[in-house]
């Protein structure tokens, strides 16, 4: 089983930047595709990016193609988010997330971290 630590949340204006990252350890990491939710109060959590174990596939949530950026190191054991023009609607708890495969369920989660966007 692979534990993930989530980190680089926090208050930021609109428009602004973060880059979340998110630190694995207990399993072979590089074996891992690994995603990005977020959940926002009083909403189901939502889909934001993933990334296979070579990161040659990528796939985004609609909300956030173009602004955000998925990444890994494989040789780190961590997987990062970059998010760009961030937006009020952003603010949630994000949490990364692993699964064993492309179309298998995510089995492992991270605690969460809060991003805040003001407007």
């Known amino acids: 089983q692979v534990k993930l630590v989530e980190s680089g949340g926090g208050l930021v204006q609109a428009g602004g930047s973060l880059r979340l990252s998110c630190a694995a350890s207990?399993?072979?990491?590089?074996?891992?595709?690994l995603g990005w939710f977020r959940q926002a109060p009083g909403k189901e959590r939502e889909f934001v990016a993933a990334?296979?174990?070579?990161?040659?596939?990528?796939s985004y949530g609609d909300s956030v193609k173009g602004r955000f950026t998925i990444s890994r190191d494989n040789a780190k054991n961590t997987v990062f988010l970059q998010m760009n023009s961030l937006k009020p609607e952003d603010t949630a708890v994000y949490y990364c997330?692993?699964?064993?495969?492309?179309?298998?369920?995510?089995?492992?989660w991270g605690q969460g971290t809060q991003v805040t966007v003001s407007s």
């Open positions: 207990g399993s072979i990491f590089s074996t891992y595709v």
């Open positions: 997330a692993a699964a064993p495969g492309w179309s298998k369920e995510y089995d492992g």
């Open positions: 990334i296979s174990r070579s990161g040659g596939r990528i």
